[in-house]
């Protein structure tokens, strides 16, 4: 019983933050409002016994709202950032795309009968230990290619970022 | 002794007594509030004292007596300076983004009240006692970049402007030496919950084992939370006060207290993590020894404050990224190192 009344709280306030991203005209206010939907569903995962995916939600989704609204400040070439999304009008096209997913995601669900996990006892700890053993042990190639992935566009930021040197 | 350690235990116990069933939702309930009062408590008294104490030792360090009118030996000025501030006028500028800036102080505010809660103060005193009580609370102290950029942007300022971006470079990169640095010891004690960390130290501080993260740490520690030497977020020499410029009133004074309670959480979490907690000689009971261990830590960051100067800003990213990042990575190299020599030697001995 309380579980669901904090689902629905929370689940509304990711909703309706999700409508202020893509409504608001201001592009800071839309920033904002993503990190009150990334706080929203991280609270989700928390109902969901997924407590180390909310905090990493948290951590690393955070920060990129951060860095967001910073590049909002600094690439917005209107004169007033309070006009700086007006390109928000194009609804039938977004509801186009929105319906698409929706039908997607609907019939996934409902036509694989088996497309979730039997309710197990919730041992009550380690789901750290559980992605740890998963990401270190049995998906240990796909998690070091994402690693070496990231490391490469590191490299490559730095060398746009720094210019090389032509030589003779 | 022994009574006078478990004595809030004793209490706790005593009032989930006055319900039918000790351990009913009622029960559970009124103890998490009163957790949270005693949380909310605590950020207002560190804060009264805290701001003396800064003041006074800012007047040792430099040898001038510091506040001395007011009470005894000046005891009661940041008393008069909170009435004070109840009394100011509440001004919000008039290109001000109205909702933003009314609504960062209070996030500023609710942060450290949201770390502080999972610390644990004396053996089973633990408001929130959670399993992944580092992650939390890394989650959680990350959100307050937001809030200082919340409150530069909301402000419509250029000084508040500077200051959140600032705050957003600097708090973002030092996060990172942050984060590695705890990793030695979560790799040692295998755990992320904050009262087994406290208790695998019962024979030895983790300060020991792990000298260079606790330095780590504490640097990327007084970083986070914007003190000088790094408090280029608010210089005020160069733009005003950063994101507090524009605020007056309680407004201002809900970000000195979110300020000091941030202190008193890392501070505390210093203790936790490396300084054994609650932990120590049986002659003290265990909450005096964790109180004593984060005053020590808040005294050292405060001697830090008085005698160093700011730091370039360059300066300041050049030690995040190539001092602090790969010190943090060979840490965790190291410890790994050790734990593997050492369970090898326990094997060839066992």
Known sequence: MGTTIVFFIFAIMAVAAAWGVVTSKNIVHSAFFLALTFAGVAVLYVLLNADFLAAVQLLVYMGAVNIMVIFAVMLTLRGDVKESSLETKKWGLGALGAALVFIMIALVILTNADWRIPAQAWSGQGSALAISELMLKSYMVPFEAAAILLTLALVGAVILAKGVKESK | ?350
């Open chain 2, 1 to 350: 002794m022994d009574a006078l350690n478990k004595l809030p235990l004793n209490i706790a116990a005593a009032i989930r007594g006055l319900f039918g069933d000790p351990h009913s939702i009622w029960a559970d309930l009124t103890m998490t509030v009163i957790g949270i009062i005693l949380v909310i408590v605590l950020i207002v008294l560190a804060a009264l004292i805290l701001i003396l104490l800064e003041r006074k030792v800012g007047g040792w360090a430099s040898q001038r007596p510091g506040p001395n009118r007011l009470g005894p030996r000046g005891w009661f000025q940041t008393i008069a300076d909170a009435l004070k501030l109840l009394g100011k006028e509440d001004v919000t500028p008039a290109e001000a983004d109205r909702f933003i800036f009314k609504i960062a102080p209070m996030i500023v505010f609710a942060l450290p009240m949201m770390t502080l809660a999972v610390i644990p103060y004396g053996m089973g005193m633990v408001p929130i006692d959670l399993d992944l009580g580092i992650i939390y609370y890394l989650a959680i102290s990350a959100i307050s970049t937001l809030a200082l950029l919340m409150a530069g942007w909301g402000s419509n300022s250029n000084y508040s402007m500077l200051g959140g971006m600032r705050a957003v470079a600097q708090m973002i990169s030092y996060e990172i030496p942050l984060i590695f640095s705890l990793l030695g010891v979560v790799m040692i004690t295998q755990t992320f919950s904050l009262s087994k960390i406290v208790e695998a130290q019962s024979t030895i501080p983790f300060i020991v084992i792990q000298p260079l993260a606790f330095v780590i740490y504490f640097i990327a520690g007084i970083a986070e939370v914007n003190r000088a030497p790094f408090d280029l977020v608010e210089a005020d020499q160069e733009i005003v006060a950063g994101p507090f410029t524009e605020y007056t009133g309680l407004r201002w004074g809900l970000f000195f207290l979110g300020e000091y309670g941030n202190m008193t959480a890392t501070a505390a979490l210093i203790t936790t993590m490396f300084l054994g907690g609650w932990q120590g000689p049986g002659f003290l009971p265990g909450i005096v020894w964790f109180f004593l261990k984060v005053g020590i830590i808040i005294f050292l960051m405060m001697w830090i404050r008085w005698t160093f100067p700011r730091m370039r800003v360059d300066h300041l990213m050049g030690l995040a990224w190539k001092v602090l990042l790969p010190l943090s990575l060979l840490n965790v190299l190291l410890t790994g190192l050790g734990i593997y020599i050492y369970q090898y030697v326990l094997r060839i001995g066992g």
